[in-house]
């Protein structure tokens, strides 16, 4: 018998996928799902993305053999709290991942504080390429089964197992590795709709066609999740219906504002929450929270819900940047303290009714729309590529979505007129300078 052989166990997928569909049920059916982040998806960040309408979310991701190796390290990222039922449940908790064994001793350590935990097999960033992880593994099939597969058949439905994947630019090679990591026995399956490639100002669309042909071709029952191209609360209800997954989840758009998963009513406090009612909420949890790990993120999530917001007080931005990990909670509450005082003489203002007007913006080729937001609210963020707004490359974005979809789907052998049919209800919304946080 080959090693290999004795490192694989044969699952059975369809009693894989119904058992992965039963833990979805269990689980509420989410359809809103806060994404895996470094230093962002942390127990504080969680606890108030689920107040404005995430239904489950996944931990930062944890590095396998330190968190299987080091007690200090398991202590610094989970605490009492985390994956505490009424609190922060649903969680699943990710981890990145090279051997099968340090992946099943790292498991074992959080059997009882979530509800599965995930495979990261998609970050394209630098560290991931050094640390032979992530989306470096996609050439290496039989290693991704292998990982995959050791926590399947070792921890069954104790803690199940599941797996967040990138695409091939080939659509028929994507949906084999997809069906792979099926195989191996993942019981859910998160797909992000972006190449290994694409990164930083090279970001770009995910492609929701490409997803569609996953989510199409993939054996019934299997729970899908979709990741990419989401800016607004709308765009979720869209990706669902253009898709036809099961959830959506979000990385970037939850981080600059987790009202994105607000989809209960049109109420505005929720959608784009005031910056200085947001950040008071979310520092008094914070401050609740055991540990030291949600105080230490709480400088970068400043940066990130506020990007709109410093560029008119360059004095907030100031007195956040002289924050540390050792400033106590009276420090960074000054900082606080100060962005209520601002917004509070914004809301003096007389015509402050029509200053704070929403305006929503005609249907765009991407079928989205556009919301013109004041700055003392949370909102996506436009980043800048070579001094052009995202938002204004978003045309040629589309060409290279359009014409790689074309391809494929000629290749494949799919109906063209379809594509041409579908073309303009099914473009994503999304700005093509997109940082990707996985």
């Known amino acids: 018998m080959t090693e290999e052989k004795t490192q694989r166990s044969e699952i059975n997928i369809e009693e894989s996928i119904k058992s992965g569909r039963e833990l979805f049920n269990k689980l509420g059916r989410p359809t809103k799902i806060v994404a895996p982040m470094v230093d962002g998806s942390e127990l504080a960040w969680r606890i108030i993305s689920r107040k404005y309408g995430a239904e489950l979310c996944y931990s930062p991701m944890l590095h396998s ?12 990222f989970i605490c ?23 992946l099943l001793k790292a498991a074992k350590y959080v059997v009882g504080k979530c509800d599965a935990v995930d495979i990261n097999l998609g970050c394209p960033q630098g560290i991931a390429k050094k640390g032979h992880y992530g989306s470096f593994l996609m050439e290496e099939w039989d290693l991704v089964y292998r990982l995959i597969n050791k926590l399947a058949t070792e921890l069954g439905d104790e803690l199940p197992v599941t797996a ?12 084999e590795y997809a069906k792979m990591c099926l195989k191996a026995g993942a019981k859910f399956l998160t797909v992000h709709g972006r190449t290994r490639e694409m990164k930083g100002q090279k970001t770009g669309l995910a492609n929701w066609k490409l997803v569609a042909y996953l989510r ?25 219906n253009e898709i036809k997954c099961d959830a959506v989840m979000s990385a970037e758009a939850n981080l600059c504002n987790p009202g994105v998963f607000w989809t209960k009513d049109d109420d505005k406090e929720k959608l784009f929450p005031r910056v200085d009612v947001f950040m008071r909420e979310y520092f008094d949890i914070v401050k609740s929270c055991q540990g ?21 007080h360059t004095e907030v931005r100031t007195e956040i940047a002289k924050l540390t990990k050792n400033s106590s909670f009276e420090e960074i509450e000054k900082v606080v303290v100060m962005i209520e005082s601002i917004v509070e003489n914004i809301f003096k203002q007389e015509n402050v009714e029509e200053l704070d007007e929403i305006k929503v913006g005609e249907v765009q080729e991407w079928g989205g729309r556009y919301r013109e937001v004041p700055y003392w609210r949370l909102q996506p963020y436009f980043r800048k590529i070579d001094g052009v707004e995202g938002k204004e490359l978003i045309k040629e974005e589309l060409e290279k979505v359009a014409a790689q979809t074309e391809e494929q789907q000629l290749k494949l052998g799919l109906n063209k007129r379809t594509l041409i049919e ?13 940082v990707d946080f996985n």
């Open 65 to 76: 053999r330190l968190f299987s190796e080091d007690k200090k390290f398991r202590d610094q």
């Open 80 to 102: 009492e709290m985390d994956g505490k039922p009424g609190l922060d449940r649903p969680l699943i908790i990710q981890f990145c991942a090279n051997d099968p064994d340090v």
């Open 164 to 175: 967040k994947i990138r695409v091939f630019e080939d659509w028929s090679k994507s949906l």
């Open 216 to 240: 199409e071709n993939l054996p019934q029952g299997t729970v899908f999740i979709s990741n990419g191209n989401i800016l607004y609360p709308d765009d979720i209800e869209r990706c669902i």
């Open 292 to 312: 030291t790990e949600s105080k230490r993120c709480m400088k970068t999530h400043m940066f990130k819900a506020l990007k709109t917001f410093l560029p008119h």
């Open 422 to 434: 579908d073309d303009v209800d099914s473009k994503p919304p999304v700005k093509s300078a997109k």
